[in-house]
């Protein structure tokens, strides 16, 4: 058998179940690799050893006792947006820094429910807000296939994590792209569901409109296993939604004969690298082979997402951060000469300047005498970019394109020049401010950085977005290559 770290969840869940190696033995196989080579990554913000070995030892005791869960006994990497009992939660941020979490989010809570061991928590962009890692308080994380480059973000420590197989899989969080634009660069397999599908409760909010959790995994069919434990009817989210649940691995072998999928023809415009866009291409000819029909489509808004974005997301978080003010929670400055040198040194020094940034914009674009001429006009804008996918999906099935217009670039490269490193996310974006499902799967290289291929599905669309993807990976080895510097 190959060794443990090369398996996928469906593997590791039938040598588990088939008893040919223990969830204590797995989970200790995880933590060497990480010891071995995280201090090249910097993927971890904390790493729970001691928590993961009993929840490992439980994990064994509930398999023999034979009421596991299809996953139980499985390690995993937690971004550290979500909370975690007991356990440092920091979002990347010096403002929470010591910020022990006295709950679980939903999502924590429903992993521990069907047995998976927590191996810590992952590195981010502070409070999400990037598309490179490098905003988080606990510096910057590599990108496995270069270590010059950039993971991504800002789920870029899970996606660092889970190419460099230092975690069977791990979870991410997708604003704006977050889980896909790090999964495409770090060349592994990250899904966005449909807004309102995962609980948000107990995930830090970043932009509550936007914000929604997600597996980042290997293969396609490891997502569909993870989907099936992470979604479902939470009444503590009020945007979350009351729907039978579903099993997302029912599709995944359907043929795709006569499956439509529309290509946007403002995705391959000014911007995208030509060998990005040859690597799309490719992907498309496989799906004809595989029997889907693939066609131009038009989404003659899509030019104004990262716009109306820029607005509504800073819009949500400064009302959101709001709440780390020195007081009820977070960093507190030393010796504060009154309430407001307290507020004002506490956020001062407790926020870095992207997150500082946002606030700024969030907090003018709200302000009384300019709300009709930013926030309002931009979701007058999302209206337009939801009915563009609407019309679009009554032609088509599917929408494939790019995840990100280029492979992972170097890191400070795009540091300083915020609105360069907003472009990363230019075909993400979109599907955010629709609320539709995205996904991201490896579909190639360019100078030895993985390619992702980007599909996106209509409202609950994620089994037929599955099973296209995994007939996909069914048919080509990107999903398989693996970094050889973390072999
Ligand atoms: N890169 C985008 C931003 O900085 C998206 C982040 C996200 O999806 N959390 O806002």
Redesign the pocket.
Known sequence: MAELHHLSLAELARGLAGGDFSSVELTRACLQRIEAHDRKLNSFITVTAEQALKQAAEADARRRGGDAAPLTGVPYAHKDIFCTRGVRTTCGSRMLENFISPYDATVSERFNAAGLVMLGKTNM?EF????SNETSYFGPVRNPWNTDCVPG???GGTAAAVAARLAPFGTG???????R?PAALCGITGIKPTYGCVSRWGMIA??SS??QGGPMTRTVEDAALVLNVICGFDPRDSTSLERPPEDYARDLNASLKGLRIGLPKEYFGAGLDPAVADAVHAAMREFEKLGAVVREISLPNGHLSIPA??VV?PAECSSNLSRFDGVRYGHRCDKPKDLMDLYCRSRGEGFGP?VQR?ILIGTYALSAGYYDAYYLKAQKIRRLIRDDFARAFKEVDLIAGPTSPTTAFKIGEKTSDPVT??L??IY??AV?LAGLPGMSIPAGFVNDLPVGLHIIGNYFGEARMLNAAHQYQQATDWHERRPAAFA
């Open positions: 962009d999400a807000m990037g598309s973000g800002s789920s969080t997708d604003t704006g792209g977050s889980i634009q970043f932009a936007l914000d974005y820029y997301a992207e946002r490193m907003y990363s996310d993400t974006i955010n």
